[in-house]
């Protein structure tokens, strides 16, 4: 595909190039140029993992001062699951939006 022979070709020029980081970069491009050929083509984005990734950030910060990794581990799974039955203040009563369902809940 042209968009191999292109990189190919970008990765010739970085491996007879005097900067080190351009020679690392190339080396790590050619034992992985298939699946980053693949990347490109299908036009995939590393945006979601950095999604998840400031999620785990702040979780990692509202779980400062619990004691444990446990707790750590139970504040991210509950930032990042985006759980909407949840209420917003932990000292409320957690009540589905569905009034049908209300009377089982009470």
Known sequence: TQAK???????SWATRCRLAPFKKLARTLKQRLDGVV?????NRS??????MNGLLQQAKR??????????FIAIAYL??????HLPSNPLERAVPKSN????RCL
């Open 5 to 11: 022979s292109e990189l190919k070709a970008w990765l």
């Open 38 to 42: 693949r990347g490109m083509l299908d």
């Open 46 to 51: 590393n945006a979601y993992v950095e999604a």
């Open 62 to 71: 509202a779980a400062r001062g619990f004691r444990t990794a446990r707790n």
């Open 79 to 84: 930032r990042m699951s985006k759980l909407k």
């Open 100 to 103: 049908v369902l209300i009377h």
